[in-house]
């Protein structure tokens, strides 16, 4: 059982650009949540979603970035027009429930660098 | 409004010493504790939890943490480290039973073992 997949591992994008983070679960996972890691900081929690639905997004700027999590396929975090500021480290975990009493799982991330 | 405070950003100990990363956390609800590692390039895994029960949780790997309900504390300690312990670790809370990956996270402490 494969663990969280994320890719692409490192992603560099021009000012302007658009930028499209992927997040494959771990198979059975039904749940996944996407953190950004700035740097000499912690992980602040973005967006919370299940499949087809978006939960929870009381983090996510409300500009430029969106997410989804479709039937079929990963999770993907998009970001439009992106700037320096964006550059960190974004990470997706995946839970098979909602409830404490499961842990979630976490990928490796994916390095966005802009320039 | 829920927040963590880990109070140290760097601790670096010799091997075989023993080793506490503080963990402060703030919280109006009742909280759910977390202690996560994340090695160099890597994502962050589960060390260990607190949910209910034992005040006192250990991890497989010798870390133990208490979970002190007075001193909103909830510190990791072992007793004698190794070089492979290090890495950054990260303490999370979270006051939502039912969103059980949405954590808000520490600083992190960058744990260096020296020889």
């Known amino acids: 059982n494969a663990g969280v997949m994320q890719n692409p591992r490192h992603l560099v994008r021009r000012r302007g650009q658009e930028a499209r983070l992927r997040c494959s679960p771990m198979?059975?996972?039904?749940?996944v949540y996407w953190y950004r890691q700035l740097p000499e900081e912690g992980l602040k929690f973005m967006v919370y979603?299940?499949?087809?639905?978006?939960?929870?997004e009381s983090g996510m700027p409300k500009e430029r970035f969106s997410a989804e999590f479709p039937k079929e396929g990963p999770s993907i975090l998009r970001i439009q027009q992106v700037v320096r500021g964006d550059s960190a480290a974004y990470f997706c975990?995946?839970?098979?429930?909602?409830?404490?009493?499961?842990?979630?799982?976490f990928g490796q991330g994916t390095r966005l660098t802009v320039v | 409004a829920q927040s963590v405070t880990q109070l140290d950003s760097q601790v670096p100990v010799f091997e075989e010493a023993p080793v506490e990363l503080r963990c402060n956390y703030s919280?109006?609800?009742?909280?759910?504790l977390f202690w996560y590692v994340q090695y160099p390039n890597q994502g962050l895994q589960l060390l260990l939890k607190?949910?209910?029960?034992?005040?006192l949780v250990e991890s497989i790997n010798g870390f133990e943490a208490e979970f002190n309900k007075s001193q909103t504390s909830f510190h990791l300690r072992k007793p004698s480290v190794h070089i492979s312990d290090t890495a950054e670790y990260f303490c999370?809370?979270?006051?939502?039973?039912?969103?059980?990956?949405?954590?808000?996270f520490g600083q992190g402490t960058e744990l260096s073992v020296k020889p």
């Open positions: 975990a995946s839970s098979p429930a909602r409830n404490m009493n499961t842990e979630a799982f």
């Open positions: 919280s109006s609800v009742s909280v759910y």
């Open positions: 198979k059975g996972h039904s749940h």
């Open positions: 607190y949910l209910s029960g034992s005040t």
């Open positions: 999370a809370v979270s006051g939502e039973y039912n969103q059980g990956g949405k954590l808000i």
């Open positions: 979603l299940q499949k087809e639905n978006i939960i929870d």
